[in-house]
């Protein structure tokens, strides 16, 4: 390789992969409205009780079915009223909420209120 092809080959490995310019760094994340947990997070159950699924804050679910807990866990986001699921082995699903009921893979889900 000629040295001017040598000084090309590392200027460019340098811009590849050279941190940003300290003016340039994305900001950290703050707490904001904007990322505050949604209007659904908590325990959503149907109605003969045998489905139970927790929507926790940092975005994880835990699924219980009849006697069997954390039957499916994973990730979920929410935009607006559609929810979308990711459990730890990969499957996909979703659903939506309407009214303050989850409609998720053909079950209907009521919001559990909390006993004081």
């Not at 490995?13 to 940003?20: E, Y």
């Not at 904007?34 to 940092?58: C, F, S």
């Not at 990711?86 to 079950?107: I, R």
Request: glycine residues 10%.
């Amino acid at each position: 390789m000629k040295p001017g092809q040598q000084f090309f080959c590392f200027l460019t490995l340098l811009v590849v992969f050279a941190p940003p310019a300290l003016g340039q760094q994305e900001p950290e994340m703050r707490k904001t409205t904007e990322n505050l947990p949604h209007p659904y997070v908590g325990m959503w159950v149907t109605k003969d009780g045998h489905i139970r699924q927790e929507l926790r804050a940092d975005g994880r679910y835990d699924e219980a079915r009849g006697t069997r807990q954390s039957a499916y866990q994973g990730d979920y986001q929410v935009s607006g009223n559609y929810i979308t699921y990711q459990d730890d082995t990969g499957f996909t699903a979703d659903g939506h909420f309407e009214d303050d009921v989850l409609y998720h893979g053909g079950m209907v889900m009521f919001r559990e209120v909390p006993e004081n």
